[in-house]
């Protein structure tokens, strides 16, 4: 049997001892979503674009629209600014978590 290893953690007031498994070990770290780049949420085809490299936009500015499961979903500008870059084309197919648009 191998050595496991264990480490206390502190919640709430009290510690405790837990093994380290090898899943926890290899985990992707958190990242918190920056809100100027949009991913796409569900996999789907970028239907169109109504946006362009260096235009502004504002709050809720319909960016482009993605077709996924014979739905159009409009893709809107989650705050105001400039669109710094456009990661698709029209008609590409895209996954879920793919960058589409960022902007600055």
Do not use: H, W
Not at 41 to 48: K, N, Y
Request: charge should be positive; charged fraction near 30%; hydrophobic fraction near 40%.
């Amino acid at each position: 049997m191998s050595e496991q290893q264990f480490c206390e953690i502190a919640l709430e007031g009290g510690t405790y001892e837990t093994r380290l498994t090898k899943k926890f070990t290899q985990r992707k770290p958190y990242e918190k979503d920056d809100p100027r780049v949009i991913k796409a949420l569900i996999p789907g085809v970028i239907a169109e674009i109504d946006t362009q490299v260096g235009k502004a936009v504002k709050k809720g500015d319909t960016l482009m629209i993605l077709e996924a499961m014979k739905m159009l979903n409009r893709i809107k500008a989650p705050q105001d600014g400039t669109v710094k870059a456009i990661g698709v084309a029209g008609g590409d197919k895209v996954t879920k978590g793919q960058v589409l648009i960022e902007i600055e």
